[in-house]
């Protein structure tokens, strides 16, 4: 499940203005009734580079806008896997 619509939601933000930005930042071509076929699943980009851009301007990684993961930026996957690290060596303190 991608996170088109609820990144959308969270700037509050048409269809309309989106279609917008990606033209003008990006020179990206999608209707509002693509990126709404985008945010309903029934249909995705060709350009693969859509998504890349789509991540880009709301701030995330491609792989949280896909769905694919629930950590938006990769400072966030490095704090988690920070946060794992300093829980493993409290639990190997514990052990002493």
């Known amino acids: 499940m991608n996170r088109l619509k609820e990144l959308r939601k969270e700037k509050g933000m048409s269809l309309t203005k989106l279609s917008k930005i990606l033209k003008e930042k990006y020179d990206i071509s999608a209707s509002t009734s693509q990126l709404m076929y985008y945010e309903k ?3 995705e980009p060709r350009n693969k580079q859509v ?3 789509l991540a880009d301007y709301f701030g995330v990684s491609e792989a949280y806008l896909l769905g694919y993961n629930s950590v938006k ?3 966030d996957i490095k704090i988690s896997v920070l946060d794992e690290a300093l829980e493993e060596l409290r639990a190997l303190e514990k052990l002493r």
Request: net charge negative; glycine share 0%.
């Open 41 to 43: 699943e029934k249909s």
């Open 51 to 53: 998504w890349e851009k």
């Open 73 to 75: 930026t990769e400072t």
